[in-house]
């Protein structure tokens, strides 16, 4: 199909969930292509996923972070959608061979961050109550706080912050890209350093889902593309492939991009916070990929692969 720029009349139907971030992101989407491509018409095709309906069960057990998107992909296969909105710390490694990421956005503050009564993360009581439901942060927290009592959390946001606000927790911590795009980042109490905490691979950064070979969609979506975005991902998930994980199993990956080079931290971590093999590399942008593979090697040779099967055959 040739490039074009869109007819008046034409209509691209965004699959998306149903929260309250999930929406913004998706909203952001459909603000960008109408204002570079004036007279597209742009619907959003709100759903409830696996992973939004399950709320009383950590993610590790139902499957992972992946039951946010399923049924995302199948409105696509199906043509009941043209593409998927995602944060790109949901999307699994492998997806359907008839899809594919066709752009990612600028990444936003990648950092994890505690919102808690009082100061940061050191002025909490002993045996504070801190939710997460996370792994990755679970292993980091413990290895900064052996103290703490940390329970899962689940549901959106607003669900997070209302238990909050009730005392049902003296801390949670979430990743400030998100309250940041909701504008409720005032509420944060501290912001991790990565250094302190190493965040999810592809945290901060939304991905733009489609069918292959949808060259339509793909020409509507070039310019919303970030270059920088796209190499960060590209090492991380390369980091990610090599280590074969999932949500189940704490691993942290986060590359900074400086000019023409990439630097890549990878880290495995053991569930109880008492193990940590890290790795790092640097080198050109445009060997991103190759930058992945290296780190996750590193990884595995420094022992991640016996954390990893430790964790998947307990």
């Given at each position: 199909m040739s490039e074009r720029s869109p007819a008046a009349g034409d209509v691209i139907r965004i699959a998306t969930r149903g929260s309250q971030l999930a929406l913004w992101q998706a909203e952001h989407v459909r603000e960008r292509l109408v204002q570079h491509h004036p007279?597209?018409?742009?619907?959003?095709v709100v759903m409830k996923t696996t992973g939004d309906k399950i709320l009383d069960t950590?993610?590790?057990?139902?499957?992972?972070?992946?039951?946010?998107?399923k049924e995302l992909e199948q409105a696509m296969l199906e043509g009941r959608a043209d593409l998927a909105v995602h944060s790109m710390k949901d999307v699994p490694v492998e997806l359907p061979p008839e899809l594919h990421i066709t752009c990612v956005l600028k990444r936003e503050d990648p950092r994890d961050c505690l919102l808690a009564h009082g100061g940061d993360l050191a002025s909490l009581p002993q045996g504070a109550i801190v939710g997460t439901s996370s792994l990755r942060r679970r292993s980091q927290l413990r290895a900064l706080r052996p103290d703490l009592d940390l329970r899962d959390l689940r549901g959106n946001v607003n669900t997070r912050l209302d238990k909050l606000a009730k005392g049902e927790y003296h801390g949670i911590v979430?990743?400030?890209a998100g309250l940041k795009r909701l504008g409720l980042d005032g509420q944060v109490s501290a912001a991790f350093p990565t250094q302190q905490m190493l965040p999810a691979i592809g945290q901060g950064?939304?991905?733009?889902?489609?069918?292959?070979?949808?060259t339509r969609i793909q020409t509507l979506l070039a310019v919303l593309?970030?270059?920088?975005?796209?190499?960060?991902?590209?090492?991380?998930?390369?980091?990610?492939?090599?280590?074969?994980?999932?949500?189940?199993?704490?691993?942290?990956?986060?590359?900074?991009?400086?000019?023409?080079?990439?630097?890549?931290?990878?880290?495995?971590?053991?569930?109880?916070?008492?193990?940590?093999?890290?790795?790092?590399?640097?080198?050109?942008?445009?060997?991103?990929?190759?930058?992945?593979?290296?780190?996750?090697?590193?990884?595995?040779?420094?022992?991640?692969?016996?954390?990893?099967?430790?964790?998947?055959?307990?």
């Open positions: 007279g597209l018409r742009v619907e959003l950590p993610l590790a057990k139902i499957g992972g972070k992946g039951l946010f998107v979430l990743a400030l950064i939304i991905g733009i889902e489609c069918r292959r070979g949808d593309a970030d270059a920088d975005a796209s190499d960060a991902i590209g090492a991380e998930r390369a980091l990610n492939a090599t280590l074969q994980g999932g949500c189940q199993v704490p691993i942290a990956g986060h590359a900074i991009i400086d000019g023409d080079r990439l630097s890549l931290s990878g880290l495995v971590a053991s569930l109880d916070g008492r193990e940590f093999i890290r790795a790092q590399a640097s080198g050109l942008r445009r060997d991103a990929a190759a930058l992945g593979v290296e780190v996750g090697q590193q990884l595995l040779a420094g022992g991640a692969r016996r954390i990893l099967d430790a964790l998947e055959h307990p």
